[in-house]
Structure formats: structure tokens, C-alpha cells
């Protein structure tokens, strides 16, 4: 069974760092692209990043490009989404997801919620 | 960036009506678009991929149909257990992007 557990969420004030973290289980991680997907309160759904296989490319929605990073350890599982110079707009809850070109967003997390207040 | 755009925002139905929802591209997405369904507090689910692909364990009740810039998702019979919101995602190109989703409401 196919299983992704989001950790590393909560209050930090604007302009802080927050570490997300994924912890997969179920499949062959390293087989797979990754992302991280998020969702203000009472919004819509927004893609933030994908993460290949090997950890050799990387996207990003402008809005987080050049202070979030994504990353992973095929070795531990894990998929990582580093948060700097967090502002009021990044409130969400934050999703990780299993992607493919094929079928898209195909297996979720429970989501971790990141609250950016002061 | 691909624009995404779902009608109606919300709808009101009852149990056993056909249900449809259109989402529009703002360019060719050939047949890269899935469907979601969210429940309150709960992770989306894949509904749809490609288009028309029924995602494992989907109920066969629920289908969809489009290609290029006009996609539907539709609910043959509605039934309790829908009552959520939907959204449409293209994966022709990043930046991926999202509709704003569709909420299904009990009339």
C-alpha cells in the first residue's frame, strides 16, 4: 500500500524557515518524480514543485521560485521541500504527492499545515 | 502558463442526477488533464487521469471526456457519498496548473 506522510509543518513568523518533510512507503521511491502541492484555507489547490527521479531537475510556481527548494533521499524515502523567507500567503495546508507523466498526482499525503503569522 | 477554468463554481443537485462539470484550457492540452475530488479535510483523489482513464478503484458512475481545450467530468447518477468539490489539472507543461474547482453541493 502506498503510503506518503507529511511532517515538519506549523507557526513561524514572516520571513522564517520551515523544513517540510515526506516520508514514502509502498513503492519503489526512486522510480518516481515527486511533488509538493498546497492549499490555502478555504482556497483551491496550487501546485508548488516537482522533483525528478534522481533529484536532477527541479520546478517550481514562480511564487515560491527562489525561496523554497526541493529535494529528496532515495536512500531514507524522504522528500523535503525547504521554506525561506516564508510570507503570509504561503498559509497552507502543504500536500506531497507521487507524480507520473502518465496519470499525474496519483497517490497524496495527508498534508502538513504551515501557518505564516506573527 | 495554461490558464485552467471550471464551471459552474458550485452546484446544487440530488441524489441520482446526471452531474456535469466543463473545464476549460486556455491553450491545447491535447488529453493531459485529471480530475480530483476533495472531500472537507481530506487529500484530493485522482478521479481521472488522461483525460478518460478512470483512476484505480473509481467508481464506474463517474466519467470524462475532452481533448485539446474543452474537457467534462460527469456523474451519471449522483449519490451521497459525491457531495465534495472537483478540480481539473492540466500535466502538458509546467507550471502544472490547477482549476479552482467545483463545489457539489446537496439541493
Known amino acids: 500500500e502506498v503510503q506518503l506522510v507529511e511532517s515538519g509543518g506549523g507557526l513561524v513568523q514572516p520571513g522564517g524557515s520551515l523544513r517540510l518533510s515526506c516520508a514514502a512507503s509502498?513503492?519503489?521511491?526512486?522510480?518516481?518524480?515527486m511533488s509538493w502541492v498546497r492549499q490555502a484555507p478555504g482556497k483551491g489547490l496550487e501546485w508548488v514543485a516537482n522533483?525528478?527521479?534522481?533529484?536532477?531537475?527541479?520546478f517550481y510556481v514562480d511564487s515560491v521560485k527562489g525561496r523554497f527548494t526541493v529535494s529528496r533521499d532515495n536512500a531514507k524515502n524522504s522528500l523535503y521541500l525547504q521554506m525561506n523567507s516564508l510570507r503570509a500567503e504561503d498559509t497552507a495546508v502543504y500536500y506531497c504527492?507521487?507524480?507520473?507523466?502518465?496519470?499525474?498526482?496519483?497517490?497524496w499525503g495527508q498534508g502538513t499545515l504551515v501557518t505564516v503569522s506573527s | 502558463d495554461i490558464q485552467m477554468t471550471q464551471s459552474p463554481s458550485t452546484l446544487s443537485a440530488s441524489v441520482g442526477d446526471r452531474v456535469t462539470i466543463t473545464c476549460r484550457a486556455s491553450q491545447s492540452i491535447s488529453g493531459w488533464l485529471a480530475w480530483y475530488q476533495q472531500k472537507p479535510g481530506k487529500a484530493p483523489q485522482v478521479l481521472i487521469y488522461k483525460a478518460s482513464r478512470l483512476g484505480t478503484g473509481v467508481p464506474s458512475r463517474f466519467s470524462g471526456s475532452g481533448s485539446g481545450t474543452e474537457f467534462t467530468l460527469t456523474i451519471s447518477s449522483l449519490q451521497p457519498d459525491d457531495f465534495a468539490s472537483y478540480y481539473c489539472q492540466q500535466y502538458i507543461s509546467y507550471p502544472l496548473t490547477i482549476g479552482g474547482g467545483t463545489k457539489v453541493e446537496i439541493k
Open positions: 509502498g513503492f519503489t521511491f526512486s522510480s518516481y518524480w
Open positions: 504527492a507521487r507524480y507520473s507523466g502518465d496519470d499525474s498526482f496519483q497517490y
Open positions: 522533483i525528478k527521479e534522481d533529484g536532477s531537475q527541479k
